[in-house]
Nanobody, 126 residues
Framework: QVQLVESGGGLVQAGGSLRLSCAAS????????MGWYRQAPGKQREWVAA???????KYADSVKGRFTISRDNAKNTVYLQMNSLKSEDTAVYCC????????????????????WGKGTLVTVSS
């Protein structure tokens, strides 16, 4: 099993920045890719970004140029640096991890993912 714990959410004004963290523990040797998803009130969960075990990133068009995903393998932690935040970025942000390198997380879908965190709330005030 793999456990994922997110942190770093909070309230920020539009135009501001936040950095989210996702700490992984357990059988992390199984994991080949990690990513971030978000779910806004009344909306479906959507993919935000992914990063492979080798450090290759990928982003949704809606966050490209504003968000940066990175990882610290020594700390088993993945980060999401969010800049130029907009009110439409308000959501619960969840970390995900999978054994399949170019599966659901890389493609950007929610089905078939091995592990999920519980999420952290980001609220952007306009």
């Amino acid at each position: 099993q793999v456990q994922l714990v997110e942190s770093g959410g909070g309230l920020v004004q539009a135009g501001g920045s936040l950095r989210l963290s996702c700490a992984a523990s357990g059988n992390i040797f199984r994991i080949n890719i990690m990513g971030w998803y978000r779910q806004a009130p009344g909306k479906q969960r959507e993919w935000v970004a992914a990063i492979t075990s080798g450090g290759r990133p990928k982003y949704a068009d809606s966050v490209k140029g504003r968000f940066t995903i990175s990882r610290d393998n020594a700390k088993n932690t993945v980060y999401l640096q969010m800049n130029s935040l907009k009110s439409e970025d308000t959501a619960v942000y969840c970390c995900a991890a999978d054994r399949n390198l170019y599966g659901s997380i890389w493609v950007g879908i929610t089905a078939g993912i091995d592990y999920w965190g519980k999420g952290t709330l980001v609220t952007v005030s306009s």
